[in-house]
């Protein structure tokens, strides 16, 4: 079975840097596009970012587009998320996802990793 282990998460202050990692553990994995979600508590897990594994297209949703950047290592099958100019709004716990084509809704990914906090203080 695919696993997705994410790491980079921690505490940082408003106007840092973060960078996440979604490391995918087999080389055969159900999908063609990987995501990034997160959930803050008491709200919906939110649509943050996605990147397709063969061409490198990105995708970005509005509330992080300009301070966060999406991409993959196809060697390394990792896909990272370079986040900076961090707000408090943006602490939540960041997932990853994958998913056969792109979408924005959480309930078309398949696999999740298990997720990885990240917090910023103001």
Known sequence: QVQLVESGGG???AGGSLRL??????RTFRGNYMGWFRQAPGKERE?????SWSGGDTYYADSVKGRFTISRDIA?????????????????VYYCATA???????????F???G????VSS
Do not use: I
Request: with cysteine; charged share 20%.
């Open 112 to 114: 999740w990793g298990q």
């Open 47 to 51: 649509y943050v970012a996605a990147v």
């Open 76 to 92: 390394k099958m990792t896909a990272l998320l370079q986040m900076d100019s961090l707000k408090p709004e943006d602490t939540a």
């Open 11 to 13: 505490l940082v202050q």
């Open 100 to 110: 056969w084509e792109f979408y924005r809704d959480y309930v078309k990914y398949n």
């Open 21 to 26: 990692s979604c490391a995918v553990t087999r």
């Open 116 to 119: 990885t906090q990240v917090t």
